[in-house]
């Protein structure tokens, strides 16, 4: 248990011989709340590790501890970072002779399928698979010539790296999730799509905001937007849900940055197109946009910004679809958990561990700000409750 961000915190300021009174001045946080994380007595937001670590010096991976070798390795999960690697060191070096393509509408449904587990979380099932369809999809794309077919195979290809990205991104490997997303946006020009384009520069700007850089991510968000002005129906589900997406990334930069009267802009703007919309479209470019995902957006910007009152407010108006990907449902309970941390409610955070458990138990295995408020709970009580430390174990710690 003496193995957590804090811990991690206070082993690099004390290597870079800072006090905690400097590193909180140049976080521009309070020294105590410096002395509470590194003693591991209240869980540390995403965006103070992103501001820690940029004045460290240190990627925000290692301070979270990841990878998480010793239970990817249990879920058989270690084994597929190579193959994926691999695969995606293909792109420039032609078709391979020893593979021979499918139809590409055999391989599109596969690459759909794939997205679809990847929204679950079903992680044992993307990193077996993808590897395989990529460099099926990369033959395929050097081979056909120029048409419909290419255009649908560079497509494809296109989300099969949005789908290695996921899978790299939420198992800790963020150069690999990188190098991904590059090669996304790469298929995604030569797919001719606008609003691929712009959706992977969401995600780009999700991992600028990882690093603490909130302003570089509004101004690739901006970007987004304005690939969407040149898609050739801008007011098309496709366009809004994605532009939808991108003002909620937005809202989250802003509260990050506290800037509450622009979250609120972001946020009206989300809600906007949502409206015009009329419904959730969570497999529209698998944004898993529409009414319900502003609801959630209205409690994670209220958390970000610490109006926790008005969090729980929206939380206990929020209510999720049957279909609701499990994604976002069980970030949702994370967040939760987090919050009622802050609000010195062990039992009701317990709660929401657990429930982010049952909906996306790949998801929560994986996740920072899962073991980090876990940890949290377990160091503030002199027994940990059964349910807790059960978590505690399934987790690693």
């Known amino acids: 248990m003496d193995d957590h961000i804090g811990a991690r915190i206070a082993d690099y300021r004390k290597l870079r011989q800072l006090t905690q009174t400097g590193l909180a001045q140049r976080a521009f946080v309070s020294r105590g709340t410096i002395a509470k994380i590194e003693a591991g007595l209240t869980p540390a937001t995403p965006t103070t590790v992103a501001a820690v670590a940029r004045v460290l010096e240190v990627d925000v991976a290692v301070l979270n501890g990841q990878p998480y070798i010793s239970e990817m390795r249990q879920d058989k999960l270690d084994r597929m970072i190579m193959p994926l690697s691999d695969a995606l060191d293909l792109y420039d070096l032609g078709p391979d002779l020893e593979i021979t393509p499918r139809p590409i509408a055999q391989i599109a449904n596969d ?70 997303l590059e090669r996304m946006g790469w298929m995604a020009e030569q797919a001719q799509d606008p609003l691929l384009l712009a959706l992977r520069l969401g995600k780009r700007s999700s991992m600028l905001l990882r690093r603490g850089n909130n302003q570089l991510a509004l101004r690739v968000l901006e970007r987004g937007h304005q690939l969407i002005d ?17 003002r909620l990334a937005g809202a989250i930069a802003e509260a990050q940055a506290k800037n509450e009267d ?16 009329g419904r959730d479209v969570p497999r529209v470019y698998w944004t898993s946009f529409g009414v319900t995902n502003v609801a959630h957006f209205d409690v994670a910007t209220a958390v970000e910004l610490g109006n926790l009152g008005d969090a729980m407010k929206s939380a206990r108006r929020l209510r999720f679809p049957v279909d609701h990907p499990r994604m976002r449902v069980g970030r949702y309970h994370i967040e939760m958990a987090r919050a009622y941390s802050q609000m010195g409610k062990p039992d009701l955070a317990e709660k929401s561990l657990h429930d982010a458990r049952e909906v996306a138990p790949q998801q929560a295995r994986y996740h920072p700000l899962m073991r980090e408020t876990i940890a949290v709970l377990v160091r503030r009580q002199r027994k940990a409750p059964q349910g807790l430390a ?4 399934w987790v690693g710690m």
């Open 262 to 277: 622009s979250v609120k802009g972001q946020l009206e703007l989300a809600r906007k197109a949502a409206k015009q919309i």
């Open 390 to 393: 059960s978590l505690a174990a």
């Open 230 to 246: 040149q898609h050739d129906h801008p007011e098309s589900i496709e366009a809004l849900a994605v532009s939808g997406t991108l």
């Open 111 to 180: 690459v759909r399928e794939l997205c679809i587990a990847a929204c679950a979380t079903e992680y044992r099932g993307v990193g077996s698979k993808l590897p395989g369809l990529i460099g099926e999809l990369t033959t395929a794309v050097s081979l056909l010539p120029s048409g419909s077919d290419r255009s649908e195979a560079a497509t494809s290809l296109s989300w099969a790296y949005w789908v290695a990205y996921e899978f790299a991104y939420r198992l800790g490997y963020h150069q690999l999730a990188m190098i991904a």
